[in-house]
């Protein structure tokens, strides 16, 4: 399988799971024991400066990255200069140094425009992914690091994007009743 970390995860627009339904799932971590990701879509009703005391100012939403341990908080950011970050892509790191980032940004140092905080994780067991794959409940997708970071482009409307940014048959899905049966 194509290199994944970086990539996204489109759920197919009929998912029964209601953890997944019309997300956009970005890939952090992938091999031969399993994967992790992050939902880039599904924002929950926290701010960072409600989740920890030392970013009071800074008004980021925290989105809800998968059910998996949701009182963890993890962050995808821009910044290659934090200590113990792991690249992704172009412009777009995982985790690093959680004291060297509240410190950037209580100074300024860092945007926290540059910043995605997330409560809990996607995860998948040893082949869990590849096989919902193969039964057609993802479809892999590239979505910018510009467009990852935008908190306004959220819910479905990220999700539409970024099957639209597929093209071919899969950007016919964009336009799919979220219950076909009510069509």
Known sequence: MKQLTGRVLISEPFIQDPTF??????????????SVGFVLNQKSDYLVSQLVPDLAD???????????????????????????SLALKKNLFW?????????????????SSRF??????SGWAKGQLLSEISEKSWIIGDIPSKIIFNN?????????????LKGGKD?????????????
């Open 152 to 164: 306004e482009m959220m819910n479905k409307d990220l999700w539409k994007y970024a099957i639209r």
């Open 21 to 34: 339904e019309r997300s956009v799932v970005l890939m952090t971590d992938h091999n031969e024991e399993g």
């Open 95 to 111: 985790s690093g140094n959680f004291g060297q980032i509240i410190e950037g940004l209580k100074s300024g140092e860092y945007e």
């Open 116 to 121: 995605k905080f997330f409560m809990g994780y």
């Open 58 to 84: 800074i008004d980021l939403p925290v989105f809800v990255g998968g059910p998996v341990e949701l009182d963890g908080l993890h962050c995808i950011h821009s910044y290659s200069s934090i200590d113990d």
């Open 171 to 183: 950007a016919l899905l964009a336009n799919s009743p979220a219950n076909p049966l009510l069509n």
